[in-house]
């Protein structure tokens, strides 16, 4: 049995992606830092094995016939220093373990941010990096891309995935705990109903992981993670109108970025697992109950 390394199993995305690959036939080892991590690892019949990102020292154990790595862990915070040394240093460290290890094909979740904050107005998987934006998270994952990249020129069989905003209407920010946001503090005031967001589902992006590890045409390639270009107004709208919220746009500007979506279904044969309208319409039932403390 093919046995996988996830890393950042104990996120939202990374759970899900852990889950589609041993529902696939894999063997997953989660990468874990506590005992609680530990239990909940086993508890999806995931094997636990410890290890830091930050303490690369760590790492060598937990790669002990890995045949695959999906490196999912990152820092999403404020702090310059730790994004550094979660996203650049500690992906760096992944990407030499599994080259010393012989691991066959390392998945890196990347995220579109990494072309910067605001994107530009098209996006596409040829974009350049954004390696001095001001947002650390921007800025320190397009260097570990670059660290993968250095990884790949030295024979290691790399594929970077780009998702955009991860939605699903469970435990997920951009769904179930976006709407409870809406419901007790109304329309953020940093966002216009015509800007433009790149939409992938949760479970989408898993199934993307699964064709990133497993299809020979995957091999050293990037992909944009995204299922479609979405406005604002149809997508927080709905919700704040159900929620009885007003809408309030900044005095700016809409950024209109889109997106060039396809490749991946193209190259991979990629098939969304659930669509757009579908989501909402999970999310819009949400905003008919009841408040959920989040």
Not at 128 to 154: F, I, M, N, S
Not at 172 to 201: C, F, I, K, T, Y
Request: charged share 20%; glycine share 8%; hydrophobic share 40%.
């Amino acid at each position: 049995m093919t046995t996988v390394l996830v890393t950042g199993v104990g996120g939202h995305v990374g759970g899900q992606l852990a889950a589609r690959l041993s529902a696939g036939g894999m063997n997953v080892r989660a990468l874990v830092r506590s005992n609680s991590q530990s239990d909940a690892a086993k508890a999806h019949g995931w094997a636990p094995v410890f290890g830091d990102l930050t303490q690369p020292v760590t790492l060598k154990a937990a790669l002990e016939d890995v045949d695959l790595i999906v490196h999912c862990a990152a820092y999403g915070g404020p702090d310059l220093f730790r994004s550094q040394l979660v996203n650049v240093d500690g992906t760096r460290a992944m990407t030499e373990q599994a080259i010393e290890a012989g691991v066959k094909r390392f998945v890196h979740i990347s995220t579109v941010s990494v072309h910067g904050d605001p994107l530009p107005r098209r996006v596409d998987e040829e974009t350049g990096l954004a390696t001095t934006d001001p947002q650390p998270y921007c800025a320190t994952k397009a260097l570990a891309e670059l660290a993968v990249g250095d990884a790949r020129a030295r024979g290691l069989e790399t594929v970077i995935l780009r998702p955009g905003m991860i939605c699903h209407w469970v435990r997920s920010q951009w769904g179930d705990e976006m709407v409870d946001r809406l419901r007790a503090r109304g329309w953020p005031n940093d966002l216009h109903p015509d800007d433009v967001l790149p939409w992938v589902h949760t479970l989408n992006l898993a199934e993307m992981t699964w064709l990133a590890l497993t299809h020979p045409e995957a091999a050293n390639g990037t992909f944009l993670a995204i299922d479609r270009n979405v406005a604002v107004s149809e997508f927080f709208g709905p919700i704040a109108r159900t929620l009885g919220q007003p809408v309030k746009p900044p005095d700016r500007a809409p950024i209109s970025t889109v997106c060039q979506v396809g490749k991946i279904a193209s190259r991979l044969g990629y098939k969304p697992i659930h669509t757009f309208e579908e989501t909402m319409e999970h999310l819009l039932e949400l905003a008919k109950g009841p408040r959920v403390d989040t």
